[in-house]
């Protein structure tokens, strides 16, 4: 197994990690500050890291770097006549040696500080992920669950990862090997726009046959845009001029799982729910029933439930529900993977022999965004200004070189979260 470890930068103010994994033959070793890189909607966190290289070993050869977000379905030992039960979504690869005066930038922090303690071995690589690039999804589909797609899907895991490998070969098309490549997982998530949204509303009303008058029904949510954790509020009001009873209302937070792949299938599960019959029934002729209901979907609460769409590749401590997918004009959803949406659905249980009376209210779920945006990096080559996250953060009024002293390097054996099992498909 490839050995993995940290980088730690330790002072007197903070201590940071940078994660640091060698190939099986210890000849390459990649060194990242993050394995998770976010889209704050105007712009997405950049790949930036450094490999060190053994030239010895290497002779004629070249270092690659690849990044590629795939739609797994299937696992990879399970080819069938050479056929992958996999769909990429996006790729590229760069050379890191020898160095391309094409690819040439300025050095983020990170990979200054790492290249002055590693020394002239060590090289730098660089991506920028489209804005159109899918986020991290997991999907664990449930076994009483079907559709239009194949048994492996509905019998494996499926979703949308993330992979950066380094690699050694003499041309960027020629197949890595375990013995002289390195992988990493890493998550693409998103961070919520500061974008206003109309609070969702949805109004019914409701005649019967052989009954006169109409039952009418509104709900609302106090706001469209809520964070994980946060509680939702769900305002509703009946005006019941028919001659059925309202006896309960059940309310529910339904995630829908659109994949798009071969054929489009859709997941539904439900992550947070009630019933109530307080103040209930509303009885025929009586209006201006009004009440606040509270629901809280979280994975805490889902943990244990199949068909559930997380955030990132394993059900970790560190993760939690999917958010809600972000799907910008003029992109193509197909190259998305997996559509996340959510919604919440109010059912009004009426009296025997009368049909339930159902509004559903679409909102957004997501990450909020960070209070302290990530500094600017220095102007490009090319003159434009582009926005970089620091991954190791320095403090202020020290110079990198200053710092730099105080790194240290920590191997162990693998990442290990707590009440999360290791699994061999985890870099």
């Known amino acids: 197994m490839a050995?993995?470890?940290?980088?730690?930068?330790?002072?007197?103010?903070?201590?940071?990690?940078?994660?640091?994994?060698?190939?099986?033959?210890?000849?390459?070793?990649?060194?990242?500050?993050?394995?998770?890189?976010?889209?704050?909607?105007?712009?997405?966190?950049?790949?930036?890291?450094?490999?060190?290289?053994?030239?010895?070993?290497?002779?004629?050869?070249?270092?690659?770097?690849?990044?590629l977000a795939a739609f797994r379905y299937g696992r990879e030992d399970l080819d069938v006549l050479g056929l992958t039960f996999r769909k990429d979504l996006f790729g590229t690869t760069v050379q890191v040696y020898p160095p391309v005066s094409e690819n040439e930038r300025p050095l983020t922090q990170l990979q200054t500080r790492l290249m002055k303690k590693l020394g002239s071995n060590a090289y730098p690589f660089y991506f920028e992920i489209p804005q159109d690039a899918p986020s991290s999804v997991t999907l664990q589909p449930a076994p009483e669950e079907t559709g239009k797609v194949t048994h492996v899907l509905l019998s494996k895991p499926c979703g949308v990862d993330y992979e950066l490998k380094t690699y050694v070969g003499d041309t960027d098309q020629e197949k890595a090997h375990k013995r002289n490549s390195v992988r990493l997982a890493i998550r693409k998530l998103t961070y919520a726009a500061d974008e206003s949204a109309p609070q969702p509303r949805a109004e019914v009303s409701k005649d019967f046959v052989m009954s006169s008058g109409k039952l009418r029904a509104e709900a609302s949510l106090d706001k469209e845009k809520y964070y994980h954790g946060e509680n939702i509020s769900v305002n509703l009001t009946i005006d019941n001029n028919s001659g059925k009873k309202v006896r309960k209302v059940h309310i529910s937070v339904i995630q829908v799982s659109d994949i798009i792949l071969f054929n489009k299938a859709s997941y539904k599960c439900v992550v947070a729910e009630m019933e109530s019959e307080d103040r209930m029934p509303v009885m025929p002729s009586q209006n201006g029933f009004c009440k606040v209901y509270t629901l809280c979907p979280t994975l805490d609460n889902n943990r244990d439930k199949r068909g559930l769409a997380l955030d990132g590749k394993l059900k970790h401590e560190d993760t939690n529900l999917a958010s809600s997918t972000i799907v910008r004009d003029n992109v193509n959803r197909e190259g998305l993977g997996i559509v996340i949406q959510y919604r919440v659905k109010v059912r009004l249980i009426l009296s025997i022999g009368a049909s339930d009376v159902v509004l559903e209210l679409p909102f957004t779920l997501t990450h909020p965004k960070p209070e302290t945006p990530p500094p600017s990096r220095p102007v490009s080559v090319g003159g434009d200004a582009t926005l970089d996250t620091n991954l190791i953060q320095l403090e202020e009024g020290n110079d990198p070189a200053f710092v730099d002293d105080d790194i240290i390097f920590e191997d162990f054996a693998r990442l290990r979260l707590k009440g999360a099992e290791t699994e061999e498909a985890d870099a």
């Not at 730690?8 to 990649?30: M, Q, Y």
């Not at 490999?51 to 770097?65: F, H, N, Q, S, T």
Request: glycine share 8%; charged share 30%; aromatic share 10%.
């Open 3 to 67: 050995a993995e470890g940290e980088l730690a930068a330790t002072s007197s103010l903070s201590t940071t990690r940078v994660f640091k994994k060698a190939s099986p033959n210890g000849k390459i070793t990649t060194y990242l500050g993050r394995r998770d890189f976010i889209d704050y909607g105007s712009n997405i966190d950049p790949v930036d890291g450094v490999v060190l290289i053994d030239p010895e070993y290497l002779k004629d050869r070249k270092v690659y770097a690849n990044i």
